[in-house]
Each structure stands twice: as C-alpha cells, then as structure tokens.
C-alpha cells in the first residue's frame, strides 16, 4: 500500500508540472502535439548559361578554332561542345569554333587558325582562353589585344601532338585539360542571351530539315524525334563524330548578319570575311522539330546575345547543345 501511494503522489506531481509548463506556453496540457512540418524539397542546382542543363559549378571557358572541310573529318570532340559556332572564312568555306565549359574532351581538333571574326564574338564569354594554331601576321596585334588568353600551339605547344594517320595540317589535336592548365585565369561560363526551356514556346512551324548555304559550303539540319537532336549533314553527307555518331544539337540557331571583306586574306589572295556579330537582325531558331522566326539583338561585344519572338517574347532554346550558323542571306563571294 505504501509503494502505491509513492507511486500515486509521483505521478500526481509529474501530471502538476507538465501542466504548469504548458500552461506558461499557452497550450492545453489535453491537447495533442501538432504533427512536424514537411521540410520543403532541395533547391535543384543551377542552369548552365550555355545549356539550360543543371550545373553544380560554373568552369572556365574554352573556345577552340577547328577544321570544317572534309580532309579534316571527322572531327574529333567537337560532340562535347557546349556550343558550336558555323563561321564562313575564305574561298567561301566554313570553320568552326566550339566553346567548352561544362564537358571537356580528352582531345579535341583538329585545330586549325583563327579569324578576325572570332575575336568579336569572344568579349561576350569575358576573358575566355583560345585554342588556335596561328593567324596572319597582319592579325598578330589584334589578338594580342583581344579579350582572350592566348594557349595557341606557339603559346601552350606541350598542350598539342599531331594525331597518328592523318597529315599536316589537318593533324594538330590538343588535349583540352592540358590548355586550360595554361590559362588559370580564364574566365568561367556567365549568360550570354540565351534563355532555355522545356516545354517550346508557340508560333513554330513544323519543319523536319532546314538548309543553309555559303559559297563553298551547305549544311543541312534534319530533326530526330528519336534523338531529340537536330542531325547535322555537310555537302550531303552526315557529318559524323570522331568517337561514333553523327554531331547534332538540341538547339540550332540560324543567325543572318552582315558579312563583308576584311582588311585580311589568305596566301591565294582570298579576302577574310568579316562576320558582324553585334547590332541586329534576324533569324531562325530549329527547336524540337520546328522553326521559329526570331530577331537579335547585340549592342555591344562585351554584352551576349538575346533572341525574340516577332512579338517581342524573348525566344526559348531547348535544353542541351547548342549551334549557331553566322549566316548571310547574300554571302560575300571568296
């Protein structure tokens, strides 16, 4: 009976003082806890400027210059590009420069020159490094005072080998990781205009192919619902990755801009054209099987490029790959 009644007062003092605790909450000792709020779902990792794709950090850039004639194909890490640039150079052929940020290559070329064009689209990316394998003589200062870092093969010529079973000059290959050991500095991947999305955006045509043409060049784009990729062909022939598979894009841009001769040319005499990348335009956006007609708009080379619909929406890029064709509807004759 004394152990009960121990017991008894134990427990009446206990029910005492978790009624005097709640109270001096405000709550009801009856009253039952409230249940723990869900914790709100993680914050998903950024978008890549370049992309669209998640990224857990932003790396630096790297702009290489590559071959895009058949003796150079096919072309070896140019699948890994985050963004391609068509550009027309002398003879009415084209050239390509691929900008790597979030996937690096364990090689990449072949590497070939740079043109004047090049560095007046560079200064949007800030101070990105360059891979090249040399320019004009007449064009040496102007690289020097680019926005760039130079890791040409004269600059970082440890970072570059000639790949076995191809010839000179379309055998220079560089080793990526190697180039931007050369360029600590270089500036890391920020927005350059481009605004992505899942879902694409209303006012677009079907369209399955889209051609565009240079003197010397044609490419073709060919939508793959398979793939979710524009398929890339040159001159009729597709044009096939070093590693396997045809090169394509989640987003092909068709960028019509001036283009007129430069104060440059080739050995031949061939004039160097020069492709405005600033001021405005207009265009053509290939985006999951469909075309969009769009407007650009650059003011200046430090500042990236936007893209708008014809009723001033700003144009949305499927996520992944993108290129850009610097076309001209009246291209400059070689």
Same mark, same amino acid.
């Given at each position: 009976?004394?152990?009960?009644?121990?017991?008894?007062?134990?427990?009446?003092?206990?029910?005492?003082?978790?009624?005097?605790?709640?109270?001096?909450? @405000?709550?009801?000792?009856?009253?039952?806890?409230?249940? *723990?709020?869900?914790?709100?779902?993680?914050?998903?990792?950024?978008?890549?400027?370049?992309?669209?794709?998640?990224?857990?950090?932003?790396?630096?850039?790297?702009?290489?210059?590559?071959?895009?004639?058949?003796?150079?194909?096919?072309?070896?890490?140019?699948?890994?590009?985050?963004?391609?640039?068509?550009?027309?150079?002398?003879?009415?052929?084209?050239?390509?420069?691929?900008?790597?940020?979030?996937?690096?290559?364990?090689?990449?070329?072949?590497?070939?020159?740079?043109?004047?064009?090049?560095?007046?689209?560079?200064?949007?990316?800030?101070?990105?490094?360059? *891979?090249?394998?040399?320019?004009?003589?007449?064009?040496?200062?102007?690289?020097?005072?680019?926005?760039?870092?130079?890791?040409?093969?004269? *600059?970082?010529?440890?970072?570059?080998?000639?790949?076995?079973?191809?010839?000179?000059?379309?055998?220079?290959?560089?080793?990526?990781?190697?180039?931007?050991?050369?360029?600590?500095?270089?500036?890391?991947?920020?927005?350059? @205009?481009?605004?992505?999305?899942?879902?694409?955006?209303?006012?677009?045509?079907?369209?399955?192919?889209?051609?565009?043409?240079?003197?010397? *060049?044609?490419?073709?784009?060919?939508?793959?619902?398979?793939?979710?990729?524009?398929?890339?062909?040159?001159?009729?022939?597709?044009?096939?990755?070093?590693?396997?598979?045809?090169?394509?894009?989640?987003?092909?841009?068709?960028?019509?801009?001036?283009?007129?001769?430069?104060?440059?040319?080739?050995?031949? @005499?061939?004039?160097?054209?020069?492709?405005?990348?600033?001021?405005?335009?207009? @265009?053509?956006?290939?985006?999951?099987?469909?075309?969009?007609?769009?407007?650009?708009?650059?003011?200046?080379? =430090?500042?990236?490029?936007?893209?708008?619909?014809?009723?001033? =929406?700003?144009?949305?890029?499927?996520?992944?790959?993108?290129?850009?064709?610097?076309?001209?509807?009246?291209?400059?004759?070689?």
């Amino acid at each position: 009976m004394r152990a009960n009644r121990v017991i008894g007062v134990a427990l009446a003092s206990g029910l005492a003082l978790l009624a005097a605790a709640c109270s001096s909450k @405000g709550e009801d000792p009856g009253s039952q806890p409230q249940a *723990a709020s869900v914790s709100e779902s993680p914050t998903p990792p950024p978008e890549h400027p370049f992309t669209g794709m998640p990224v857990a950090a932003r790396r630096p850039v790297l702009a290489v210059k590559i071959e895009n004639t058949s003796a150079g194909k096919p072309q070896i890490g140019v699948d890994k590009a985050d963004i391609v640039y068509v550009e027309q150079v002398e003879g009415g052929l084209t050239r390509l420069m691929a900008i790597f940020s979030t996937r690096l290559p364990k090689e990449v070329g072949p590497v070939r020159s740079a043109r004047i064009s090049d560095l007046h689209i560079l200064p949007m990316f800030g101070k990105p490094a360059l *891979a090249y394998s040399g320019v004009q003589s007449k064009m040496i200062p102007f690289v020097r005072e680019a926005s760039l870092f130079d890791v040409s093969d004269s *600059a970082a010529p440890g970072a570059y080998f000639r790949y076995p079973g191809r010839y000179a000059p379309y055998n220079l290959v560089a080793t990526p990781r190697k180039l931007l050991q050369q360029a600590p500095k270089a500036s890391k991947a920020t927005d350059i @205009g481009f605004v992505f999305s899942d879902e694409p955006p209303a006012g677009g045509v079907p369209k399955k192919t889209f051609s565009v043409k240079y003197p010397a *060049a044609r490419f073709a784009f060919g939508w793959s619902e398979a793939k979710k990729r524009w398929l890339i062909w040159q001159d009729g022939a597709k044009d096939m990755a070093a590693g396997g598979g045809q090169l394509g894009a989640a987003t092909v841009v068709i960028q019509y801009t001036k283009t007129e001769r430069s104060q440059f040319h080739d050995f031949t @005499g061939s004039y160097t054209p020069l492709v405005h990348s600033t001021g405005k335009g207009t @265009g053509i956006v290939l985006r999951d099987g469909q075309a969009y007609k769009v407007n650009w708009e650059r003011e200046s080379e =430090e500042e990236g490029t936007t893209f708008t619909t014809p009723t001033g =929406e700003r144009m949305t890029f499927a996520r992944g790959p993108v290129w850009v064709v610097l076309a001209s509807r009246k291209p400059v004759q070689p």
